[in-house]
């Protein structure tokens, strides 16, 4: 099994567990799939041991972290997804400054919104 079927089968199992997908492959369909998939989080194998020590913090916070260049992917998705649903003005700001590396704290304070208000769901995906 890969990673987006393993990330959906735990998830499906277990739904209280955050999962943070680390990997080597920065391609739009293992972004895109990963988040579907339910992961709260995207790092690649090279990030530093500081960076991959606060996405796990992150993620046990129940916190999205996104490695910046796989946030630019999904931004992408968003401008041109495959289904013909367009996500809310509010849903597009949220994810243009999760793009831009912002953490949900940052977020919700730029928007003036409650913290759990700006944690993008795999359904936006």
């Known amino acids: 099994m890969d990673g987006i079927a393993a990330t959906s089968a735990i ?7 955050e999962v943070l997908a680390l990997t080597s492959v920065l391609e739009d369909a293992s972004v895109i799939g990963a988040v579907r998939a339910g992961a709260i989080g995207y790092l690649l ?16 916070a129940g916190q ?16 041109a997804p495959d289904n013909p649903e367009a996500l809310t003005e509010r849903e597009t700001d949220v994810l ?3 793009a831009q590396g ?9 928007l003036g919104i409650g913290e759990k ?8 995906f």
């Open 11 to 17: 998830r499906r199992e277990l739904p209280d567990v």
């Open 45 to 60: 194998k090279d990030a530093s041991s500081a960076d991959l020590c606060r996405a796990i913090k992150a993620a046990a």
């Open 64 to 79: 999205v972290q996104i490695e910046p260049r796989a946030a630019a992917r999904l931004m992408r998705e968003v401008r």
């Open 96 to 98: 243009r400054l999760l």
């Open 102 to 110: 912002q953490s949900n704290k940052e977020i919700a304070h730029s």
């Open 117 to 124: 208000t700006s944690r993008p769901t795999s359904a936006a």
